[in-house]
């Protein structure tokens, strides 16, 4: 019995990225890991330091963002569209599930603008170039129209 619903969204999965100050906290955690690596002079140069933050930054997108947004299927909150989100991944219920929203723009930017820093400050290394675009792909191909709805070897296919 669904009497009154605590929040004012139907279903608070489709709103959450476009919460107040959730891309400025992305941002200063990222500037954070770089900080961090930067801060281990002996060990590591600037171009490795760049491309270590961007593989860490998609690789923990890769794994722990993979989990969260394209595995978690249904909401975690008592509502009253639990039915029709029954289905769907959280990347899938995000913007009610519209293309090209403000924040799947920036879910996609954020990783093509941390994938041009490196690149740059490496200097178009091959290997290290090499590893930033293969690095981005994993990231960036999931993300697209073309694969919303697709479940990749019936993985989350029920």
Same mark, same amino acid.
Do not use: C
């Given at each position: 019995?669904?009497?009154?619903?605590?929040?004012?969204?139907?279903?608070?999965?489709?709103?959450?990225?476009?919460?107040?100050?959730?891309?400025?906290?992305?941002?200063?955690?990222?500037?954070?890991?770089?900080?961090?690596?930067?801060?281990?002079?002996?060990?590591? +140069?600037?171009?490795?330091?760049?491309?270590?933050?961007?593989?860490?930054?998609?690789?923990?997108?890769?794994?722990?963002?993979?989990?969260?947004?394209?595995?978690? %299927?249904?909401?975690?909150?008592?509502? +009253?569209?639990?039915?029709?989100?029954?289905?769907?991944?959280?990347?899938?219920?995000?913007?009610?599930?519209?293309?090209?929203?403000? +924040?799947?723009?920036?879910?996609?930017?954020?990783?093509?603008?941390? @994938?041009?820093?490196?690149?740059? @400050?490496?200097? @178009?290394?091959?290997?290290?170039?090499?590893?930033?675009?293969?690095?981005?792909?994993?990231?960036?191909?999931? %993300?697209?129209?073309?694969?919303?709805?697709?479940?990749?070897?019936?993985?989350? %296919?029920?």
């Amino acid at each position: 019995m669904n009497v009154e619903v605590a929040h004012s969204e139907l279903n608070p999965n489709t709103r959450v990225m476009n919460s107040r100050g959730i891309w400025l906290a992305y941002a200063i955690l990222v500037g954070l890991l770089h900080m961090v690596l930067l801060s281990i002079p002996f060990f590591f +140069s600037i171009p490795v330091v760049w491309t270590l933050t961007n593989v860490i930054h998609n690789l923990y997108k890769a794994q722990a963002m993979y989990i969260f947004l394209h595995t978690v %299927k249904r909401t975690p909150f008592e509502t +009253s569209v639990q039915g029709k989100a029954w289905l769907f991944i959280h990347w899938e219920q995000m913007d009610y599930g519209l293309q090209f929203t403000s +924040s799947r723009k920036f879910l996609s930017i954020s990783p093509i603008v941390l @994938y041009l820093l490196a690149s740059f @400050y490496t200097k @178009y290394d091959a290997a290290r170039f090499l590893i930033n675009t293969a690095s981005l792909l994993s990231i960036l191909l999931p %993300k697209l129209p073309q694969f919303h709805g697709v479940h990749l070897f019936g993985i989350n %296919k029920y």
